[in-house]
T-cell receptor
Framework: GAVVSQHPSWVICKSGTSVKIECRSL??????MFWYRQFPKQSLMLMAT?????????EQGVEKDKFLINHASLTLSTLTVTSAHPEDSSFYIC????????????????FGAGSRLTVL | SQQGEEDPQALSIQEGENATMNCSYK?????LQWYRQNSGRGLVHLIL?????REKHSGRLRVTLDTSKKSSSLLITASRAADTASYFC??????????FGEGTQLTVNP
């Protein structure tokens, strides 16, 4: 089945530094990938839609200069948290449409395992 | 903004019992999906129900959808300790955009 790989799975960085998270579709091509953010014991909040070869579409309230998204190939999207601060500490999850629902065969999103960012 | 609301927020049951989680949403949808998330991990797709369907089954999972009430339920029968996880409903509108509910934390006690 479809697999989405995220790297790193966890990262600790100092305040003010930038951190890059990679999201790869391993056995399928993904023209669109999605980036979510999840705080402890909360739901997933869509941050942005990453489009291969074009600019990402950001959700309202998400700073595009803070969260840089690059989707340079059909299998790779990256999220860079620039000048990270402790409030950016969160669980970041990406997804891509590549899996299929067992019964209906409909395309569904396949999620990466997530990347936990801790900013000191 | 999140349009899905789930209840209960937390559910604790004994192994072998059934677990029912509910989800409500606000806008028209193409389909509704349920996902499972183990602590600190990514999401795993469980089941999808289209807007013109009322009920779907998959193994021990049963999902219902009532578009007139804009609500869905997920039933897990004969629960196992390994079912312990957070369960999220997600509504899909256009462009593969998924909006997630707040989630239900299910604990199945052995």
């Amino acid at each position: 089945g479809a697999v989405v790989s995220q790297h790193p799975s966890w990262v600790i960085c100092k305040s003010g530094t930038s951190v890059k998270i990679e999201c790869r579709s391993l056995d399928f091509q993904a023209t669109t990938m999605f980036w979510y953010r999840q705080f402890p014991k909360q739901s997933l909040m869509l941050m942005a839609t990453s489009n291969e070869g074009s600019k990402a579409t950001y959700e309202q309230g998400v700073e595009k200069d803070k969260f840089l998204i690059n989707h340079a190939s059909l299998t790779l999207s990256t999220l860079t948290v620039t000048s990270a601060h402790p409030e950016d500490s969160s669980f970041y999850i990406c997804s891509a449409r590549g899996g299929s629902d067992t019964h209906s065969g409909a395309n569904v999103l396949t999620f990466g395992a997530g990347s936990r960012l801790t900013v000191l | 903004s999140q349009q899905g609301e789930e209840d209960p927020q937390a559910l604790s049951i004994q192994e072998g019992e059934n677990a029912t989680m509910n989800c409500s949403y606000k806008t028209s949808i193409n389909n509704l999906q349920w996902y499972r998330q183990n602590s600190g991990r990514g999401l795993v797709h469980l089941i999808l129900i289209r807007s013109n369907e009322r009920e779907k089954h998959s193994g021990r999972l049963r999902v219902t959808l009532d578009t007139s009430k804009k609500s869905s339920s997920l039933l897990i029968t004969a629960s196992r300790a390994a079912d312990t996880a957070s369960y999220f409903c997600a509504t899909e509108t256009s462009g593969s955009r998924l909006t997630f509910g707040e989630g239900t934390q299910l604990t199945v006690n052995p």
